[in-house]
C-alpha cells in the first residue's frame, strides 16, 4: 500500500512541479528555463513570509502574486522580442535565472533554509500510516489538472489560448489580441510555478540551486507530453512510477534520473511522446 501511494504522490509533485513550464511551452512554443528561478522564488517566498510570523499557508497566495507579477516583467522585457527566435529565448530565461540564484543568494546567502511545513501528521490508510502532507499534495494535483481542463475548455482565456496553439496568425486576423493571450499565459506559469516551489518546502532543501534538480525532469514530462494535459498526467504516472520502483529497488542515486532517461529514450522511439498523433 505504501508503495501505491508513493507512485501516485510522487506522480502528483511530478505534475505539480511541470505545470507552470506545460502552460508556457502549450501556448508559446517556449521553453522557459528560468522555472527553475520560479520554483526557488515560490520557496524564498515561504522563508521570507514565514519569518515575518505569516502563517506557511499565506505562502501561497502570496507565491502566486509575486510569481504572477515578475512573469509579467519577464514576458514584456525579455520574453516577448524572442517570441520568433525560440533557441535565444531559451538563453535569455537561462540567464535570467542565473541571474535570479545569484540575486537571492546576496539576499539570503547559501545556507539551507528550514521553512515550518504546511501540514504535519501521518492519516491511516487501509492499515498503513502515511504522510499528511503529500496526500495533501495529490488531491492539490488532482485540483489543478481538473482546472487546466476546464480554464481550456470553459473560460474565454482557455479557447483563444487554444486558437493560438493551432494558429497564432488566423487567431490575430479574427481580432483576437494575441499578444494579451501570451503575457496571461506567462503570467500564469510563472505563478504555478511560484506555488510549487512553495509546494516542494517540506520535502526539499531550500537553497538558491534547488530549483535545478527539478528542471530537467519537468522539461523532459513536458517534451513527451505536448500541449495535452491528460498526455502530461499520464506521463507524471508512468515516469513517477519507474522513479519510485527504481529508487526503492535499484538506488536512490539512479531512481533520481529516472525521469529523464526513460522520458529521453519514448522521444528517441517515438518522438510525439504521449501527445496523440
Not at 41 to 58: F, K, Q, R
Not at 79 to 88: A, H, I
Request: aromatic share 8%.
Amino acid at each position: 500500500m505504501a508503495l501505491l501511494l508513493d507512485i501516485a504522490t510522487t506522480a502528483a509533485l511530478l505534475f505539480i512541479v511541470a505545470a507552470g513550464l506545460f502552460v508556457i511551452f502549450g501556448v508559446l512554443k517556449i521553453i522557459n528555463f528560468a522555472h527553475a528561478a520560479w520554483l526557488t522564488i515560490g520557496a524564498y517566498t515561504t522563508v521570507l513570509a514565514t519569518g515575518m510570523g505569516l502563517d506557511p499557508w499565506l505562502s501561497l497566495p502570496l507565491a502566486l502574486l509575486v510569481g504572477g507579477l515578475l512573469g509579467a516583467l519577464t514576458e514584456v522585457a525579455i520574453v516577448r522580442p524572442l517570441y520568433r527566435r525560440p533557441l535565444d529565448a531559451i538563453l535569455a530565461t537561462w540567464g535570467l535565472g542565473v541571474v535570479i540564484v545569484q540575486l537571492i543568494t546576496l539576499g539570503f546567502g547559501r545556507d539551507m533554509q528550514m521553512p515550518p511545513a504546511l501540514m504535519g501528521g501521518t492519516v491511516n490508510m487501509l492499515g498503513t500510516p502515511y504522510s499528511s502532507y503529500r496526500l495533501f499534495l495529490l488531491a492539490a494535483a488532482v485540483v489543478l489538472g481538473v482546472v487546466f481542463v476546464l480554464v481550456l475548455e470553459r473560460t474565454r482565456l482557455g479557447l483563444n489560448a487554444q486558437a493560438v496553439i493551432m494558429n497564432e496568425t488566423l487567431a490575430r486576423a479574427l481580432g483576437m489580441n494575441t499578444g494579451r493571450v501570451r503575457m496571461i499565459t506567462f503570467m500564469l506559469g510563472s505563478a504555478i510555478a511560484a506555488v510549487a516551489g512553495v509546494l516542494l518546502t517540506p520535502l526539499s532543501s531550500v537553497d538558491p540551486s534547488m530549483g535545478i534538480s527539478w528542471l530537467i525532469g519537468a522539461f523532459m514530462l513536458v517534451m513527451v507530453s505536448g500541449t495535452s494535459v491528460a498526455a502530461l498526467a499520464l506521463a507524471c504516472l508512468c515516469f513517477g512510477a519507474a522513479q519510485v520502483l527504481v529508487s526503492t529497488w535499484v538506488s536512490p542515486i539512479l531512481g533520481s534520473v529516472t525521469v529523464a532517461v526513460l522520458c529521453a529514450v519514448m522521444l528517441r522511439l517515438h518522438p510525439k511522446g504521449f501527445a496523440r498523433d
